[in-house]
């Protein structure tokens, strides 16, 4: 190899390295607890009342579909009392947890790896740095 090439593997281990010092970061400024009340009731608001909408329509769809299925696989053994007890349980015990953290997941993050690339592009990160603010801890 000559020299002007890349070295991926040292680019790849560097990488890692940066996002292990981020980590260390992030994780010391999530137990230091430096943010205020009324920031962290706003969060929690934006991440769990507004994210229901997109978590009941989710739900309701895919019972109605696990619903209509269901019928018609118990229908052609004449057990279509049933369906009630399986589309409750399953949705209740096993679906409906899995498809609540996927969307609310999905949803959240999305939006908040939006968030900081726009920070990131309207330079709003190096603000925060020009202002003796700690990105990390404010932003964790």
């Not at 769990?48 to 309701?60: D, L, R």
């Not at 057990?79 to 096993?94: D, F, K, Q, R």
């Amino acid at each position: 190899m000559n020299g002007a090439q890349p070295n991926f593997f040292r680019d790849w281990i560097g990488g890692l390295g940066q996002f292990a010092l981020l980590a260390r970061e992030a994780f010391g400024a999530a137990f230091r607890f430096r943010t205020s009340w009324h920031d962290l009731i706003q969060q929690i608001y934006f991440m769990g009342v507004k994210s229901q909408s997109v978590v009941i329509i989710t739900g309701a769809f895919t019972g109605m579909v696990l619903g209509a299925q269901a019928f018609m696989q118990f229908h052609k053994v004449g057990m279509e009392s049933a369906t009630l007890a399986v589309v409750s349980v399953s949705m209740c015990s096993e679906l409906g947890p899995v498809l609540t953290a996927l969307m609310v997941a999905g949803r959240v993050g999305a939006s908040m790896a939006a968030e900081l690339g726009t920070m990131r592009v309207t330079e709003q990160i190096d603000a925060l740095r020009t202002m003796a603010t700690h990105p990390v801890d404010y932003l964790v």
